[in-house]
């Protein structure tokens, strides 16, 4: 009977940290991303706003930090994710700055974090491809 507790025990175990391992990914960090060319004719400003505008829009509380950084944070029940946003008239970086309850280990963090970025990244260009369009 102890040999079964065991074996039942260990499986359990496994179980459990391949459950939590598969949450776990490499920090993703939006490196470069371009910024359309009509836009880059215009002011800093202008991009900055549609950067703003869009994370605001995906629930981030959004401060400038100075011309071309701004940081954001999200709440997200018991989970916060804090970035910095760096921009120039040529491109934009999303980039990792701390995080609650995200389970960062120094280089990997839970895959919603990811999820979050991609997201907000995805947005980022439409709003700057719609703006451009505009022009």
């Known amino acids: 009977m102890k040999k079964f507790f ?3 025990m260990v499986a359990a175990l496994a179980i459990l940290v391949s459950g939590c391992m598969g949450r776990i990914e490499p920090v993703y960090n939006a490196e470069a991303n371009p910024i359309p060319v009509k836009l880059q004719e215009g002011s800093m400003e202008n991009i ?3 950067i703003q505008t869009s994370a605001i829009n995906r629930g981030w509380i959004v401060n400038d930090v ?6 954001a944070t999200l709440h997200n029940r018991t989970h916060v994710a804090v970035i910095e946003i760096t921009y120039t008239k040529t491109d934009y970086s ?8 995200l389970l ?3 280089s990997k963090i839970h895959r919603n974090y990811n999820k979050w970025i991609r997201t907000l990244q ?3 260009n439409k709003n700057l491809n719609v703006a ?3 022009v």
């Open 6 to 8: 065991y074996v039942a």
């Open 48 to 50: 900055g706003t549609i």
């Open 66 to 71: 100075e011309p071309g950084k701004m940081k």
């Open 94 to 101: 999303i980039n990792y700055v701390s995080s609650d309850d």
């Open 104 to 106: 960062y280990d120094g």
């Open 122 to 124: 995805n947005d980022i």
């Open 132 to 134: 451009a369009l505009q």
